[in-house]
T-cell receptor
Framework: DSGVTQTPKHLITATGQRVTLRCSPR?????VYWYQQSLDQGLQFLIQ???????AKGNILERFSAQQFPDLHSELNLSSLELGDSALYFC???????????????FGEGSRLTVL | DQQVKQNSPSLSVQEGRISILNCDYT??????FLWYKKYPAEGPTFLIS?????DKNEDGRFTVFLNKSAKHLSLHIVPSQPGDSAVYFC????????????FGKGTLLTVNP
């Protein structure tokens, strides 16, 4: 158990719909990262938040947005869903403050999104 | 442009033998490298890492080697055990204020009893 909790574990929805994925980081971790894993692909970095503020952005589509709340949990919002958005979405957390970064991220079990 | 490449999608070895998983990278700004292991229906878990100032790091049965001139790293598992069967991801970071990891596509390791 990594200590990172993601909900829901599975989600099936239709094209054009909007979904929200939720992540609770490990206790004490200030950084939350979102990654997408599509079929036969590695984990693609989407976005990182540190203590409520956006810290880094990767290949995140404009239809996707995220935020980190004061209690440090994070939500990833996916809108106008397309078939190609079907993937595993992982959340990870780390302490990740300047000078303490070791690169070790703690991953949740992922949310599997299926768009029909 | 894939900056971290794992060219072998799968590898099969016998229990007790050595498993060698390879990874190549193209971004010379990467200075920290990690290996993650992933079992089905679970998230990736950290296995071992190496900084670019080193060429080897060892942790029990796991050793990571880094060849900066070749932009190549490898993970050695000795001896391999059936429980090591999983997907192994290589990842890299350029450190500093850029905390994001760039992952390869993974190698599925199967250790046969």
């Amino acid at each position: 158990d990594s200590g990172v909790t993601q909900t829901p574990k599975h989600l099936i929805t239709a094209t054009g719909q909007r979904v929200t994925l939720r992540c609770s980081p490990r206790s004490g971790d200030l950084s939350v990262y979102w990654y997408q894993q599509s079929l036969d692909q590695g984990l693609q970095f989407l976005i990182q938040y540190y203590n409520g503020e956006e810290r880094a952005k990767g290949n995140i589509l404009e239809r996707f947005s995220a935020q980190q709340f004061p209690d440090l949990h994070s939500e990833l919002n996916l809108s106008s869903l397309e078939l190609g958005d079907s993937a595993l979405y992982f959340c990870a957390s780390s302490v990740a403050s300047a000078g303490l970064y070791t690169g070790e991220l703690f991953f949740g079990e992922g949310s599997r999104l299926t768009v029909l | 442009d894939q900056q971290v490449k794992q060219n072998s999608p799968s590898l099969s070895v016998q229990e007790g033998r050595i498993s060698i998983l390879n990874c190549d990278y193209t971004n010379s700004m990467f200075d920290y490298f990690l290996w993650y292991k992933k079992y089905p229906a679970e998230g990736p878990t950290f296995l071992i890492s190496i900084s670019s100032i080193k060429d080897k790091n060892e942790d029990g049965r796991f050793t990571v080697f880094l060849n900066k001139s070749a932009k190549h790293l490898s993970l050695h598992i000795v001896p391999s055990q059936p429980g090591d069967s999983a997907v192994y991801f290589c990842a890299a970071s350029s450190g500093g204020s850029n905390y994001k990891l760039t992952f390869g596509k993974g190698t599925l390791l199967t250790v046969n009893p």
